[in-house]
């Protein structure tokens, strides 16, 4: 059983850009954050939804290797899969592509820890947990 | 012999801060950059010199666990020392602290590779090659 | 003779919300320059082109009146035309609005001065020059 | 009676500044908001406690000239002061300068409206009303 991936696609914003004329390496953070939005929508369950429910995920652990710069007006695709699912926490993969060539941009690993409003540690809903089963083969 | 560490403080702005009342992960990849920058100012060879000589340090790597969110108007310190030097790229890493208690909020690690304007990658100059020994303990 | 307007949509990122859980109003800055991006792109003459030519579009003035917040995966639009041309600057005037009630969530103008590499004010291109002529009625 | 001008300090940060090589204009909105919040501190009731009231400053209004650009390592100075004070909102208005020539780089007005978490216009606390009395001469 393999993995599901979603894709979603950006044209770099002026905004991204700093002064060496590439993507500013802080945007991947908010790219792959777009990156699971997505794959919440995809998947039937938003995460507004997730966040109306009184949970919220926080990031424990960022991962990224920059392979080569994306500049301005570029179309690149973010790819999302789940690669560990435990109760109360999950691990997103993703690459991070040109959407014409299909080259690799960047690769990340995204750790996240579920939370009540309170800040308490919690379950995760179960709709999410569903989202991946511990023999999936998840290198795409 | 020991690293040098340089230590510089931010106070969270508004702007930083998402939805869940923290400081949105992205920050932290500013937080770092900012560490960097005052390391360089303060060991005498600021980074605005090192791209005014044609130089350019590229992100290839980073990696950040977060240990416990930050909040607006929360003093911050950023602890930064190298940990590997080679002559074409470098190694950083982090503490971020609450400046009041130096309680751990996040650690992170860098890489960077050295480019010129053209995109070649180059030695860098001298003076950051001198900044770090092999023989340093980089455990602070 | 009426006014161009591009119109360009956004889904609203969750980086993009502040501690209120609305739109950091720092955010539609963005989302006005991807607006001029767009108008650039869909009038056959991208701003990648234009600074490629070594010109740069200043910004010497914002002005936004914020009418109604916008919230996370909300889908917004940006509605851009141009109300002044003169050789070496111009003007555009925006509507944000709501992508499926078309309800504004703000108004704004921003005026720009070309200029060069070395800073210099300069003439812009024909082409853009060309997307405006004097007796335009330009209220959308 | 002439206005209170409080005045904060910043060091243009890499990832504040873009292609051009200068400061993005986005993030002007943010040195303003500091310059509030630090006025708000240093008046001895801070905007987290404001917020802790129940209370949020919604921006209905926000008007910036650009008249100089700012670079990476620049320091800069936010000069803050109130022109306008209702029950229900106020009027910020400020200058950013260069911290060394005092030379002006831009020149800004917001506009801010009181609500309560639920949404309400409401009254702010008094003690922000009484940091503007009518006949104040506001011009610095």
């Not at 979603?8 to 991947?28: L, P, S, W």
């Not at 919440?40 to 960022?62: D, I, K, M, N, T």
């Not at 710069?69 to 997103?92: C, D, L």
Request: hydrophobic share 35%; aromatic share 12%.
């Amino acid at each position: 059983m393999s993995a599901v991936i979603i894709s979603t696609q950006f044209t770099v914003r002026y905004a991204e850009v700093d002064a060496m004329g590439i993507v500013h390496h802080r945007n991947y953070i908010t790219y792959l954050e777009e990156g699971r939005s997505e794959y919440a929508r995809q998947r039937g369950f938003p995460y507004s939804q997730f966040e109306a429910q009184g949970f919220f995920l926080l990031v424990s652990e960022v991962h990224i290797r920059h392979i080569k710069p994306a500049h301005y007006e570029q179309s690149i695709s973010v790819n999302t899969w789940i690669t560990e699912m435990k109760s109360r926490g999950m691990t997103f993969e993703y690459t991070v592509t040109d959407t014409q060539t299909g080259e690799i941009l960047a690769t990340a690993q995204t750790k996240h820890i579920c939370i009540t409003k309170a800040g308490q540690i919690a379950k995760m809903p179960q709709t999410w947990r569903d989202w991946h089963q511990p023999d999936d083969k998840n290198t795409p």
